[in-house]
């Protein structure tokens, strides 16, 4: 039986992920919206996370944080000055050399903290590595508006359901799935601004 003691034991143990949870929720529809202020509260979220990860031994997911703490910083610069003649930034699409580069970035990077991750007794070496690579490289093609940064994030965000899901993060991992789902509203919504930019 859930009795009013149980519940607020249960918020008492939580309520910092159930915040993250509810801050990282806000942050991605913003993004989906194009709005700058999803930065703004994608840095609290970033500070909720990197304890709340450190607290799990998921110490890619932790040290992530930092890493987006300061491309949030470029984040808001890009977006706001990144466009012609130091306008708002416009969505656009990925070249080929640069998705090379990146996709060698992924790789190397995924293996490379692999190894580390094993090194520190992470939880989940290989997901974790996976997780905190491909993250790094989404959220730079997002400080770019690339188009393509959805893409990327899908495929993060279904690992990271498993991943959550099996540390037992049970708020952290459903809003992973809301993540997803938000993914691909924003790659539909993304594609549907680039195309009216280019028949204008």
Not at 57 to 63: E, K, P, Q, T, V
Not at 72 to 87: A, P, Q
Not at 133 to 149: P, T
Request: charged fraction near 10%.
């Amino acid at each position: 039986m859930i009795t009013p003691a149980a519940v607020g034991a249960w918020f008492a143990a939580h309520w910092l992920e159930l915040f993250g949870a509810v801050t990282g929720a806000i942050s991605v529809w913003l993004a989906v919206r194009e709005s700058v202020w999803n930065w703004w509260v994608g840095i609290v979220n970033n500070l909720v996370y990197l304890i709340v990860f450190f607290g799990q031994r998921l110490f890619g997911d932790a040290s992530l944080q930092v890493f987006f703490l300061v491309i949030s910083v470029y984040g808001i610069v890009r977006w706001l000055h990144g466009g012609d003649r130091g306008g708002a930034a416009p969505v656009r699409r990925i070249g080929a050399a640069e998705t090379g580069v990146l996709a060698v970035t992924l790789v190397v990077a995924t293996f490379g903290l692999q190894r580390y991750f094993v090194a520190l007794n992470d939880a989940a070496p290989l997901l974790d590595a996976f997780t905190t690579a491909g993250s790094i490289v989404a959220q730079y093609m997002l400080a770019r508006k690339y188009l393509e940064n959805w893409l990327l994030w899908i495929v993060v965000d279904v690992v990271s359901i498993y991943l959550y899901a099996w540390k037992g993060l049970w708020l952290t991992s459903p809003l992973y799935a809301l993540f997803l789902a938000m993914c691909i509203v924003g790659f539909v919504q993304w594609r549907a601004s680039f195309r009216a930019r280019l028949a204008a």
